[in-house]
């Protein structure tokens, strides 16, 4: 006779997958623990799990548990799971169902406010989420997750919309060198990166959406989850002899959807270098200084194949003009230490100045 573990044991080959299989029925649970593992399977999504009558019921969540009460998000209702589940991390091979790294991402307990089938009202009480959430059921397999508290003292949500700050023009360096951070002039496509929920959004000058202009970018999320953020940078593309070419970049940039395109975007990858960040796991950094947004994003560890955190100098701003002459570039931007990020401003706590002092371009 079957059990509620069938539709999961079918799914798997014991004798090739990690993941606990158990033979025997579901056990008597105690209807109170949660746990929410995240999944870089073909798609990172994360999959809530909560126990109920000895088996884990599931939802995979593509874009995370939402900390934001104002915007649900999609869950999907999966097979049970059995309660050994909870402890599972590690690496399913290639071919077997859900093949992908998974480790847990947060664990704890749960009270049940209301248990139905097509809606679930839970309190969650673990180290990283921890809030009343709903669950209701849409079509099919798709359900929605809705966070019914107001979220955490001092959170907030993604900016929406935010224009880079500017930098003026200068001729010379600063006298008070000290009181500056420089960073290379690299003349590409400047883009705010919004990292949220394993997916990326890239918002240019203007504020057009590049949407899949950049698809190579793309996986950054992925790269970053679980960490959610807003990032200043600028997309630049490389030459044949390391240096930044930007009319390969703009032949990209302009070119048409379709084959072709795709053709060109393989032929010149791009690379996306975050210099600043603006908004980091719920909290606003715009009135923080550059040097402590700088300390910030250097933490994140940003570094894959197409993106990096590019260096910059405290103090020092003529050895960065060497540096940036002998690159190629075209010149530096100096930035005030203390200085706040001021969205769509240009303001002189920046400055752009010429690779040769004195050169305009």
């Known amino acids: 006779m079957g059990d509620r573990l069938d539709e999961y044991r079918a799914k798997r080959d014991a004798a090739r997958t990690p993941e606990p299989v158990p033979a025997g029925p579901p056990p008597t649970g105690h209807n109170d623990t949660f746990v929410i593992q995240q999944h870089h399977a073909r798609r990172l999504h994360?999959?809530?799990r909560l126990e109920r009558d000895g088996v884990l019921v599931s939802w995979a969540v593509p874009r995370g548990i939402p900390r934001d009460p104002g915007r649900n998000h999609l869950a999907v209702h999966t097979e049970d799971h059995?309660?050994?589940?909870?402890?599972?991390?590690?690496d399913i091979p290639d071919g077997e169902y859900g093949a992908g790294r998974m480790h847990i991402y947060d664990r704890g307990t749960y009270v049940t406010e209301k248990w139905r089938d097509k809606e679930v009202i839970v309190v969650l009480k673990g180290s990283r989420v921890d809030g009343r959430y709903a669950l209701f059921h849409t079509r099919g397999k798709d359900w929605m997750i809705h966070r019914m508290d107001?979220?955490?003292p001092g959170w907030t949500a993604v900016p929406e919309d935010i224009r880079p700050m500017l930098a003026s023009r200068a001729t010379r360096l600063p006298p008070d060198d000290n009181a500056w951070g420089y960073e290379l002039r690299w003349d590409g496509v400047r883009a705010i990166a919004e990292v949220a929920g394993g997916q990326l959004r890239?918002?240019?000058a203007e504020g057009e959406v590049m949407g899949d202009r950049y698809p190579d970018l793309r996986p950054l999320a992925e790269a970053l989850a679980p960490t959610e953020a807003v990032l200043d940078g600028e997309i630049v593309a490389f030459g044949a002899d390391g240096r930044v070419d930007a009319d390969r970049l703009r032949r990209r940039s302009e070119a048409a959807d379709g084959a072709a395109a795709r053709r060109l975007m393989a032929r010149i990858p791009v690379l996306y270098l975050a210099f600043d960040l603006l908004w980091l796991e719920g909290r606003s950094t715009l009135e923080l200084g550059y040097a402590d947004r700088r300390e910030l994003l250097e933490a994140l560890r940003i570094a894959g194949p197409n993106w990096q955190t590019p260096p910059h100098f405290a103090g020092g701003g003529a050895f960065a003009q060497q540096t940036s002459q002998e690159q190629g570039l075209t010149g530096i931007v100096a930035k005030r230490l203390d200085s706040p990020y001021r969205p769509g401003r240009r303001t002189k706590s920046w400055l752009e100045i010429d690779a040769v002092t004195g050169r305009r371009r």
Not at 82 to 90: M, S, T, W
């Open 46 to 48: 994360w999959d809530l």
């Open 82 to 90: 059995p309660l050994e589940y909870a402890d599972f991390h590690g």
């Open 150 to 152: 107001p979220a955490e």
């Open 202 to 204: 890239l918002v240019g």
